[in-house]
């Protein structure tokens, strides 16, 4: 089973130039003998080689992030591949104090696909079970504030 979504974000902020980020995902849940998520970034390379391993490595978390919030269950023998099919950042910035500091473009990409791999994925399942898939809300035990239920910051 295959699906696709193509998403257009765009930033304003009154201290920085609007960013917009444009993607093209793909997710597939073939049948398999093995069990693991494979990860394919079939877009032409946009950044700049410094960062490229760095900005990477935040759509990776971004994929694992959204198929751990989107709720759906672990398969045995299911392998779950996302192929980023097109990725364009407009503006791209051009220097690396810009795309560290200034916009933080890491996180962008990181949440983006996060989104994206989890509206595909309950999607899938839906389509696969028949059953809607949604995140239930655990209130904390009496050992625990409400605050540790969700991250506030990321690195």
Known sequence: MISEQNVTCRYKTELQDDIEIQMRVQVERPSSDG?????????????????????????????????????????????????????????????????????NL?????VTISGIVEVLLRSIENLRTGKETYYEYQPPSENESDDNNFPTELD
């Open 35 to 103: 069990s693991d998520v494979a990860i394919e970034l079939n877009y032409e390379r946009i950044f700049p080689e410094e960062l490229e391993d760095q900005l990477h490595q935040r759509l990776y978390n971004g994929v694992h992030g959204g198929y751990s919030v989107s709720n759906v269950p672990y398969l045995p023998n299911t392998m779950l591949v996302v192929r980023v099919l097109e990725l364009k950042v407009m503006p791209l910035p051009q220097n690396i104090k810009d795309i560290k500091e200034k916009i």
């Open 106 to 110: 890491g996180y962008l990409l990181e």
